[in-house]
């Protein structure tokens, strides 16, 4: 249990240090190229437009982060405290303070959070305004003159022992072993703590001093990871040799390391190969003199050149550091691969990836198996999650209306992934789950969706089933419909349930609010909350269209009392995974009773029309109404 919670709280450490870098990349590669095109030694030497670099990399980057970080925590007021609280740090130093702008931003988001969590509801009408605005300017304020006369002295000591003991490696040539951290931190996906929080801090310092930084090369270089795919291509089996030269274009071309992690997953012997050949990497770089003038991100081949000084010096060393490293990592990788037994399951590996990753990973659909057509007198559809209480009864009474609406007599069914029943033709779930639902039913045609509400999936297959298609009058008898729930469902909605104008910082907080709410109600135990948190991180409960639907894991179904619902407005909107949640439905399921107003609910919030009348829905009668008259 220890080692589990260690992991999470890597795995949320991690997330949260990138969650505050990534939103800003495109605000680095603006930096970069203008630094690589206009500085002296750079493509185009210009002085009047080289006065740009200092100015945005020590507080245009460094502000974007924290305010990044505080909207992570309070959302738009934490954004404009953990900037002021930022700008303590900037002003306070001489070098860029991306690290303390990871300190300083969160820390100014969770200082006003607190504050308006003690004033809720103290506050005399009028007034708001008043205390908002002068609580956020005299917190912050605070928060900047610490910041100046104590955080950043700190940080610039910190940065300054970093400094130091990188200077010593490189002159003991044991700068190669940072691999040997870097490499499995990519894995475990601190790779933007390590190279966004401290090497491209001294990377800055060290462009500023020397024109050019080998620290920036240290984690963005793609070599080990596309020798371990060139591996793959060779000696890899099934699923894994098939994707594995697509995988490397995308590492290669585009920069998306995490593509290649999977594969190290399934052989994890193959991160000895990935560290070895970023040690090569980077002792071929000390060795040529290589470096950049700027930050790398993400981590291509096009992107290292673009950074790279405009000599040929530079090009050589860049470019043979990362050839050297992907030809290291090939052939420790293809003796990893030929001598011992290879686990061939990508999608499990995937499915790996994302748990450690702890969110949706956006190449994880790279590794879906690929398929026929669609089946020939297809008489049973399921839509399948883990539970089968929620997603899958929205989407499968859209569907079931769309395969009315169509004339076409095949069965809609829903349930819960564990329970797919062996005769189903064609299965639906979430990306994320579909290597689940593949490995339970391997000969059924499987469909993924992101948007259970209104997926483009959904048309596309009434289209194909209309093309080829015979149901006895037997199997239409069998379609299950929500219509056979009606006599237990009497008063699921409650207006006592419905809550207006709600206000969260996070997913979690939302998904909280809602359990809590079932089980005042009586209509689950206390435990279910957290079944609920557990199975919004094991697969999204965002639907699409502004709407989420938490609830618990299959387990949870016997801490369930009575069905039960709970409506909770977010005008502003809070984030799913980055997705914009709105309207949020959390569930209670007991024996299906739930499913006639889950399948209205899902009618109701598949026209975006719908929703924003909820959303502006001044009270619950009228916002009950709304779902009522679907």
């Known amino acids: 249990m220890a080692q589990s919670n260690i992991k999470v709280a890597v795995q949320k450490f991690g997330n949260f240090l990138s969650s505050m870098v990534m939103p800003n990349i495109g605000a680095f590669i603006a930096w970069g190229l203008i630094t690589a095109l206009f500085i002296p030694i750079g493509f185009f030497p210009n002085e009047s437009l080289a006065k740009l670099v200092d100015p945005m990399v020590k507080y245009l980057l460094p502000l974007l982060i924290g305010y990044t970080g505080g909207k992570l925590v309070h959302d738009q007021r934490g954004g404009v405290v953990g900037a002021i609280a930022t700008m303590g740090v900037i002003v306070g130093s001489d070098i860029p303070m991306f690290l303390g702008a990871m300190i300083m931003g969160p820390l100014g988001g969770y200082i006003i959070k607190k504050f308006d969590q003690f004033i809720e509801g103290k506050v005399k009408t009028g007034f708001e305004m008043l205390i908002n605005n002068f609580s956020a300017g005299i917190l912050g304020g605070i928060l900047a003159i610490l910041a100046f006369l104590g955080v950043s002295p700190a940080v610039d000591g910190f940065t300054g022992a970093l400094v130091v003991g990188v200077d010593w490696m490189v002159a003991h040539g044991l700068l190669p072993l940072t691999s040997i951290l870097i490499e499995p931190a990519k894995i475990l996906f601190l790779n933007n703590a390590i190279n966004h929080g401290i090497l491209s801090p001294i990377g800055a310092e060290q462009i500023r001093t020397n024109g050019q930084s080998i620290l920036l090369l240290l984690e963005t270089n793609p070599g080990p990871g596309l020798g371990i795919l060139l591996a793959y291509c060779f000696f890899g089996k099934g699923t894994a040799k098939q994707s594995a030269p697509g995988a490397a274009i995308i590492h290669f071309i585009g920069g998306i390391h995490e593509i290649y992690f999977p594969y190290v997953l399934m052989r994890p012997l193959l991160i000895i190969a990935a560290i070895l050949g970023g040690m090569s990497g980077v002792f071929t770089f000390v060795l040529l003199g290589g470096g950049l003038q700027a930050v790398a991100s993400p981590g291509s081949i096009l992107a290292i050149l673009a950074a790279t000084p405009g000599n040929a010096g530079s090009y050589v060393a860049n470019i043979s550091g990362v050839l050297v490293a992907a030809v290291v990592s090939f052939i420790v990788g293809s003796l990893i691969l030929k ?292």
Do not use: W
């Open 339 to 630: 001598t011992g037994k290879q686990t061939e399951d990508l999608d499990e590996a995937a499915r790996k990836m994302q748990e450690m990753k702890g969110k949706k990973s956006s190449v994880a659909g790279s590794f879906t198996k690929q398929q026929g057509d669609v089946p020939a007198s297809v008489q049973k559809i399921v839509f399948a999650c883990d539970a089968g209480m929620g997603s899958s009864a929205m989407g499968a009474s859209l569907l079931r209306k769309k395969v009315k609406q169509a004339d076409l007599n095949i069965s809609v069914t829903n349930t819960a992934i564990s329970n797919i029943p062996s005769d189903a033709q064609i299965v639906i779930t979430q990306e994320e789950l579909t290597p689940r639902a593949q490995n339970k039913v391997p000969d059924a045609y499987h469909i993924s969706v992101d948007n259970f509400l209104s997926s483009p999936e959904y048309d596309k297959l009434i289209d194909q089933l209309k093309n080829d298609h015979t149901t006895s009058k037997a199997e239409e008898e069998k379609n299950v419909s929500a219509e056979n729930y009606t006599d237990s469902n009497d008063g699921l909605l409650k207006e006592e349930n419905v809550f207006l104008n709600q206000h969260f910082s996070s997913k979690e907080e939302a998904i909280r609010f809602a359990g809590s709410v079932l089980v005042k109600g009586g209509y689950v135990e206390e435990n279910y909350v957290e079944a609920m948190i557990e199975r919004d991180n094991m697969t999204s409960t965002y639907m699409g269209n502004d709407v989420a639907i938490p609830h618990g894991t299959e387990e949870a179904k016997k801490n369930v009392l009575r069905s039960g619902f709970t409506v909770i407005q977010v005008p502003e909107g809070v984030d799913f995974d980055g997705e914009k949640v709105r309207l949020i439905f959390g569930i209670a399921g007991k024996d299906g009773t739930h499913l006639e107003i889950l399948s209205g609910i899902a009618i109701t919030c598949s026209d975006m029309n719908n929703i924003e009348k909820m959303v502006h829905a001044k009270s619950a009668k009228e916002l009950m109404a709304i779902i009522q008259s679907n």
